[in-house]
């Protein structure tokens, strides 16, 4: 099966690519005959992958025949050799001696006539004439659609492959599986073929879903929403030729299931025994896995007869079959098969399964019952089970799940038939549910359906919930505000007051606004102690106190009534509750306490927890996000890179989402990648509506800070401008950090002489310091202690308008290096040097501090910062590498040295690998979930650090250093 293969490039195979030269042509198969069978179902790519490792082999100096056989039995002896022969005559344009040994093995077929010396014979000249045409070069034989062989074919084969001619040729078939069904012929070779040690036969699978979407992208020309990559996805079961069709119908505007595509699964479908139509009819109108004794009960066959059905639908590669039940390989084959039948056929398929699953002994199967119902024609029994199947999936934290039968409920409700029917109660479950699994706009817009429904002032516990459905968009000045009409409501009960003002509370604290946090944590307290079964508005208002009174006052203190609170809410076992708790305890370790490395295992330990109680999209990614920031502050960029991957597969939306793009943000703006850190920002601007200080303010010092990067310190002051009007936070820390970028810009454009100094906004910054400094110093000790960092950069940062100050970055370099922050000590080094160097003093001690700060910059990845090092050393003449006392460079690779590696860092290793394989930065990327600007970065850091200039240099040193 064919496709557009010269448009859409070779996605997944690449180590399948070198499995097969290297079995073929490696160093195991050195004067030996080898083959290798690639087997797999129609369109799974084998006709591509001949033609692509048919261009490598060539490539390596191998002679190449290649060949397809033909649908038309043993009518044609021989036929794909001789093809293969004739293609390769044709293509000949030097080697006279090559062309002639060619013909002459065409003219011994030509003229071969019934002898008396029989096939053996001919398999004997054949050998003989494929060695003339090798000339002592690798000889590789390449058959395509092995399953239509002839039998003369099959034997020279079987001939060659068992060593018995005088050659040592390679061989390359493609065979499709699901043609080798009962007593096929080449079911017999193979298996005699396998037994040889040279012989290997390899299945062909499906894609992957990361590949599936790559080779999709690549035909649509664009990167496909998550929408359709789950649609693609699901729809072609990775098989790479429905993939390429079903893409061209995205790009094309294409509605519906193309032409080609439907003939092709209708013809398959089709070619069944009628007994397999059948079941394959069943299975597609069916939820997977479809169970055998339900098959059974549906199509009401004998045992031994649905048996050997099914085994032909496995065979015909329609079906998949396991232990829970059977599915269909292609979820396509249910949507062409749906177009087969008569509207009565279909419903009474449903009818038999949800007739068969009421019936059966046990457990109900709710969600199936109501799915089958439903397409019955009967909503009246369906809305039962939909009711059932979502609480089910409450009950077992499947909010996802929940939210899908909720839903399913509501539509289902418009026709309840005999039934009375709650919509308002189906509403306030189904927003619920829709909160709860990160679909916050759906809850919003539920809620608002709800209201409408009910008429009249919305209640307190309307309020409460609207609040808290903003506050997750990340709409959380809206949110404040509805918490506040809450607390106003005449019919708040001291329930809804205690939970509105808890609440509230956790609110502040994700703004920054620690006091106000702290007054509103004590004031629900307060209520809490006269309402019974108030754990939940307990756990809150603990968590919002501790956080407040560990920032403010007493650090542990307010640790302390934090762990108490992660008690609580553990003993309660609401799955909110302890997520909040895990929450703000690991921020406030890996934020204000600065304890980092602690932050981090319990920020990691909370998003298990929560993962496990059906909150890892929301709740999971937010703790995911904090160990993300913990993990950069420490320097293990590579680790928090994989913990970005790892979040990203929540698809989280609202406030979770902005957490983890800032979070994911930082890396980029460390390692350089310009382009994925303003698309992040730009996500986040967009999804910001009504957000606070506490995600407004890093938001622009991340912006400042890449615009810096890029040169622009008119829009790095600019963004810290605008964030200085962000002045209800009490949170210090992000404060500091927004003045130091805002200084930075001004020394920047000072040193640059492209944007003069603003004298205005260098005295604003300088009172914004002073005033954190005033405010900070009522703070805790861990909180002034962060704080006195930034201070010190913001100090050196004036020095520099001014004449640079050594021992001002001497200052800021030791307060880093104490807080176990590696990006800041080696930027404020790079900065001691420069003013060094520029007052001629001390160029020794420079020489140290660029060393050290180049082999800090190197080991994280932060590639501007690294260019910035080695610019300043180079107009310094200054060497980057040490020198032991024998003169021998330290970290250079020794004769002696059996790794070469050990200047690359973990993640450089995992892309170094991949590069020896020979996958693209968009392959790489891929397989690590990067981008693949940030793979580019990761390349070009590898060349520097191991002195090469091309993939294939730096390829030979990693396999020099894996040898064996």
Same mark, same amino acid.
């Given at each position: 099966?064919?496709?557009?293969?010269?448009?859409?490039?070779?996605?997944?195979?690449?180590?399948?690519?070198?499995?097969?030269?290297?079995?073929?042509?490696?160093?195991?198969?050195?004067?030996?005959?080898?083959?290798?069978?690639?087997?797999?179902?129609?369109?799974?790519?084998?006709?591509?992958?001949?033609?692509?490792?048919?261009?490598?082999?060539?490539?390596?100096?191998?002679?190449?025949?290649?060949?397809?056989?033909?649908?038309?039995?043993?009518?044609?002896?021989?036929?794909?050799?001789?093809?293969?022969?004739?293609?390769?005559?044709?293509?000949?344009?030097?080697?006279?001696?090559?062309?002639?040994?060619?013909?002459?093995?065409?003219?011994?077929?030509?003229?071969?006539?019934?002898?008396?010396?029989?096939?053996?014979?001919?398999?004997?000249?054949?050998?003989?004439?494929?060695?003339?045409?090798?000339?002592?070069?690798?000889?590789?034989?390449?058959?395509?659609?092995?399953?239509?062989?002839?039998?003369?074919?099959?034997?020279?084969?079987?001939?060659?492959?068992?060593?018995?001619?005088?050659?040592?040729?390679?061989?390359?078939?493609?065979?499709?599986?699901?043609?080798?069904?009962?007593?096929?012929?080449?079911?017999?070779?193979?298996?005699?073929?396998?037994?040889?040690?040279?012989?290997?036969?390899?299945?062909?699978?499906?894609?992957?879903?990361?590949?599936?979407?790559?080779?999709?992208?690549?035909?649509?020309?664009?990167?496909?929403?998550?929408?359709?990559?789950?649609?693609?996805?699901?729809?072609?079961?990775?098989?790479?030729?429905?993939?390429?069709?079903?893409?061209?119908?995205?790009?094309?505007?294409?509605?519906?299931?193309?032409?080609?595509?439907?003939?092709?699964?209708?013809?398959?479908?089709?070619?069944?025994?009628?007994?397999?139509?059948?079941?394959?009819?069943?299975?597609?109108?069916?939820?997977?896995?479809?169970?055998?004794?339900?098959?059974?009960?549906?199509?009401?066959?004998?045992?031994?007869?649905?048996?050997?059905?099914?085994? $032909?639908?496995?065979?015909?590669?329609?079906?998949?079959?396991?232990?829970?039940?059977?599915?269909?390989?292609?979820?396509?084959?249910?949507?062409?098969?749906?177009?087969?039948?008569?509207?009565?056929?279909?419903?009474?398929?449903?009818?038999?399964?949800?007739?068969?699953?009421?019936?059966?002994?046990?457990?109900?199967?709710?969600?199936?019952? $109501?799915?089958?119902?439903?397409?019955?024609?009967?909503?009246?029994?369906?809305?039962?089970?939909?009711?059932?199947?979502?609480?089910?999936?409450?009950?077992?934290?499947?909010?996802?799940?929940?939210?899908?039968?909720?839903?399913?409920?509501?539509?289902?409700?418009?026709?309840?038939?005999?039934?009375?029917?709650?919509?308002?109660?189906?509403?306030?479950?189904?927003?619920?549910?829709?909160?709860?699994?990160?679909?916050?706009?759906?809850?919003?817009?539920?809620?608002?359906?709800?209201?409408?429904?009910?008429?009249?002032?919305?209640?307190?516990?309307?309020?409460?919930?609207?609040?808290?459905?903003?506050?997750?968009?990340?709409?959380?000045?809206?949110?404040?505000?509805?918490?506040?009409?809450?607390?106003?409501?005449?019919?708040?009960?001291?329930?809804?007051?205690?939970?509105?003002?808890?609440?509230?509370?956790?609110?502040?604290?994700?703004?920054?606004?620690?006091?106000?946090?702290?007054?509103?944590?004590?004031?629900?307290?307060?209520?809490?102690?006269?309402?019974?079964?108030?754990?939940?508005?307990?756990?809150?208002?603990?968590?919002?106190?501790?956080?407040?009174?560990?920032?403010?006052?007493?650090?542990?203190?307010?640790?302390?009534?934090?762990?108490?609170?992660?008690?609580? $809410?553990?003993?309660?076992?609401?799955?909110?509750?302890?997520?909040?708790?895990?929450?703000?305890?690991?921020?406030?370790?890996?934020?204000?306490?600065?304890?980092?490395?602690?932050?981090?295992?319990?920020?990691?330990?909370?998003?298990?927890?929560?993962?496990?109680?059906?909150?890892?999209?929301?709740?999971?990614?937010?703790?995911?996000?904090?160990?993300?920031?913990?993990?950069?502050?420490?320097?293990?960029?590579?680790?928090?890179?994989?913990?970005?991957?790892?979040?990203?597969?929540?698809?989280?939306?609202?406030?979770?989402?902005?957490?983890?793009?800032?979070?994911?943000?930082?890396?980029?703006?460390?390692?350089?990648?310009?382009?994925?850190?303003?698309?992040?920002?730009?996500?986040?601007?967009?999804?910001?509506?009504?957000?606070?200080?506490?995600?407004?303010?890093?938001?622009?010092?991340?912006?400042?800070?890449?615009?810096?990067?890029?040169?622009?310190?008119?829009?790095?002051?600019?963004?810290?401008?605008?964030?200085?009007?962000?002045?209800?936070?009490?949170?210090?820390?992000?404060?500091?950090?927004?003045?130091?970028?805002?200084?930075?810009?001004?020394?920047?454009?000072?040193?640059?002489?492209?944007?003069?100094?603003?004298?205005?906004?260098?005295?604003?910054?300088?009172?914004? $310091?002073?005033?954190?400094?005033?405010?900070?110093?009522?703070?805790?000790?861990?909180?002034?202690?962060?704080?006195?960092?930034?201070?010190?950069?913001?100090?050196?940062?004036?020095?520099?308008?001014?004449?640079?100050?050594?021992?001002?970055?001497?200052?800021?370099?030791?307060?880093?290096?104490?807080?176990?922050?590696?990006?800041?000590?080696?930027?404020?080094?790079?900065?001691?040097?420069?003013?060094?160097?520029?007052?001629?003093?001390?160029?020794?001690?420079?020489?140290?501090?660029?060393?050290?700060?180049?082999?800090?910059?190197?080991?994280?990845?932060?590639?501007?910062?690294?260019?910035?090092?080695?610019?300043?050393?180079?107009?310094?003449?200054?060497?980057?590498?040490?020198?032991?006392?024998?003169?021998?460079?330290?970290?250079?690779?020794?004769?002696?040295?059996?790794?070469?590696?050990?200047?690359?860092?973990?993640?450089?290793?995992?892309?170094?690998?991949?590069?020896?394989?020979?996958?693209?930065?968009?392959?790489?990327?891929?397989?690590?979930?990067?981008?693949?600007?940030?793979?580019?970065?990761?390349?070009?850091?590898?060349?520097?650090?191991?002195?090469?200039?091309?993939?294939?240099?730096?390829?030979?040193?990693?396999?020099?250093?894996?040898?064996?």
């Amino acid at each position: 099966m064919a496709s557009d293969v010269d448009t859409a490039p070779l996605v997944g195979r690449a180590e399948l690519v070198q499995t097969v030269r290297s079995a073929l042509l490696g160093d195991g198969a050195h004067g030996q005959t080898a083959a290798v069978f690639l087997t797999g179902e129609s369109g799974v790519g084998k006709t591509r992958l001949l033609g692509e490792i048919g261009d490598r082999l060539r490539e390596q100096g191998a002679v190449v025949l290649t060949g397809s056989c033909l649908d038309i039995g043993d009518a044609s002896p021989l036929h794909p050799l001789l093809q293969a022969l004739r293609r390769f005559d044709a293509d000949l344009s030097t080697r006279a001696r090559t062309s002639s040994a060619v013909r002459g093995l065409l003219q011994m077929f030509a003229d071969e006539t019934a002898g008396p010396d029989g096939a053996g014979a001919l398999l004997e000249r054949v050998s003989r004439g494929l060695h003339l045409i090798a000339e002592g070069r690798p000889l590789v034989l390449i058959l395509d659609d092995l399953q239509w062989v002839d039998r003369s074919t099959r034997q020279l084969l079987l001939y060659l492959l068992a060593g018995l001619g005088d050659l040592q040729l390679s061989v390359l078939a493609a065979v499709r599986a699901e043609s080798l069904q009962g007593a096929h012929p080449l079911r017999r070779v193979l298996t005699e073929l396998r037994r040889l040690r040279t012989v290997r036969v390899l299945d062909l699978a499906p894609l992957g879903r990361a590949d599936t979407e790559e080779l999709a992208a690549a035909v649509v020309g664009r990167t496909l929403s998550a929408e359709a990559a789950e649609q693609v996805w699901q729809r072609s079961g990775g098989n790479p030729f429905v993939i390429e069709e079903l893409a061209r119908d995205l790009r094309d505007g294409r509605d519906g299931l193309s032409e080609t595509l439907r003939e092709i699964f209708l013809d398959r479908v089709d070619a069944l025994p009628q007994h397999a139509h059948a079941v394959v009819h069943a299975v597609a109108a069916g939820v997977e896995p479809v169970q055998h004794w339900l098959l059974a009960q549906v199509l009401r066959l004998p045992e031994d007869e649905l048996i050997d059905a099914a085994r $032909a639908a496995v065979a015909h590669r329609l079906l998949v079959g396991a232990d829970d039940g059977y599915r269909l390989r292609h979820r396509l084959v249910a949507e062409v098969l749906a177009h087969e039948l008569l509207p009565a056929e279909r419903s009474g398929l449903h009818r038999r399964y949800a007739e068969a699953l009421t019936a059966a002994p046990g457990e109900l199967h709710q969600a199936r019952l $109501a799915h089958h119902w439903r397409l019955a024609g009967e909503p009246a029994r369906a809305l039962p089970a939909a009711v059932a199947a979502a609480q089910e999936a409450e009950r077992l934290h499947g909010y996802a799940e929940a939210h899908r039968h909720w839903s399913a409920a509501l539509q289902l409700a418009a026709d309840p038939g005999p039934l009375t029917v709650d919509r308002v109660e189906l509403l306030e479950n189904a927003a619920e549910a829709a909160h709860h699994c990160g679909e916050h706009a759906r809850a919003l817009a539920l809620l608002e359906e709800l209201a409408a429904l009910r008429g009249g002032e919305p209640s307190c516990a309307l309020h409460i919930r609207r609040a808290r459905y903003l506050a997750a968009a990340g709409r959380s000045a809206l949110a404040e505000e509805e918490y506040q009409r809450a607390l106003k409501a005449a019919d708040c009960s001291p329930r809804d007051r205690a939970a509105a003002a808890a609440r509230l509370a956790e609110l502040l604290l994700h703004l920054g606004r620690y006091a106000d946090a702290g007054e509103r944590a004590r004031e629900a307290l307060a209520l809490a102690e006269n309402v019974e079964g108030s754990a939940t508005e307990v756990v809150l208002a603990s968590s919002a106190l501790g956080f407040s009174d560990a920032c403010l006052e007493d650090p542990d203190a307010g640790l302390a009534v934090m762990r108490d609170a992660l008690d609580t $809410a553990e003993r309660a076992g609401q799955p909110e509750d302890v997520a909040c708790a895990y929450l703000h305890l690991a921020e406030l370790l890996t934020g204000p306490l600065n304890i980092l490395e602690e932050g981090v295992v319990v920020a990691r330990r909370g998003a298990e927890r929560v993962a496990e109680l059906g909150l890892g999209r929301t709740w999971g990614t937010r703790l995911l996000a904090i160990a993300i920031n913990g993990l950069f502050r420490v320097g293990q960029w590579a680790e928090a890179e994989k913990v970005v991957a790892a979040a990203l597969r929540h698809r989280p939306s609202g406030a979770d989402a902005v957490e983890l793009l800032l979070a994911r943000c930082r890396l980029s703006v460390g390692y350089g990648d310009i382009e994925a850190a303003g698309r992040d920002l730009d996500a986040v601007a967009t999804l910001l509506a009504g957000g606070g200080a506490r995600h407004v303010i890093p938001l622009l010092t991340l912006r400042s800070g890449l615009a810096m990067w890029e040169g622009r310190h008119d829009v790095a002051r600019l963004a810290v401008q605008r964030g200085l009007t962000e002045s209800r936070s009490d949170d210090v820390m992000i404060l500091s950090a927004l003045v130091w970028h805002g200084l930075r810009a001004e020394a920047e454009a000072h040193a640059s002489r492209t944007v003069d100094v603003d004298p205005t906004a260098v005295r604003r910054l300088r009172d914004v $310091a002073d005033r954190v400094a005033r405010k900070s110093a009522g703070a805790a000790r861990p909180v002034r202690s962060v704080v006195e960092g930034f201070l010190a950069l913001c100090a050196a940062e004036v020095s520099r308008l001014d004449g640079s100050d050594p021992e001002l970055w001497a200052v800021s370099a030791a307060e880093w290096d104490r807080r176990n922050h590696p990006y800041p000590a080696a930027y404020s080094r790079l900065r001691q040097a420069e003013a060094l160097l520029a007052r001629r003093s001390r160029v020794a001690t420079a020489g140290k501090l660029l060393r050290e700060a180049y082999h800090v910059a190197q080991g994280l990845g932060a590639v501007p910062l690294t260019s910035e090092i080695r610019e300043l050393a180079g107009r310094a003449r200054v060497s980057l590498e040490e020198r032991e006392p024998n003169g021998v460079t330290r970290g250079a690779p020794t004769e002696e040295s059996d790794d070469e590696l050990a200047a690359l860092t973990a993640r450089e290793r995992e892309v170094l690998a991949l590069v020896a394989e020979g996958l693209t930065n968009k392959e790489i990327g891929q397989r690590l979930f990067i981008s693949e600007r940030t793979i580019g970065v990761h390349v070009s850091h590898i060349f520097d650090k191991l002195q090469v200039r091309t993939r294939v240099q730096a390829s030979a040193i990693q396999l020099r250093n894996h040898r064996g």
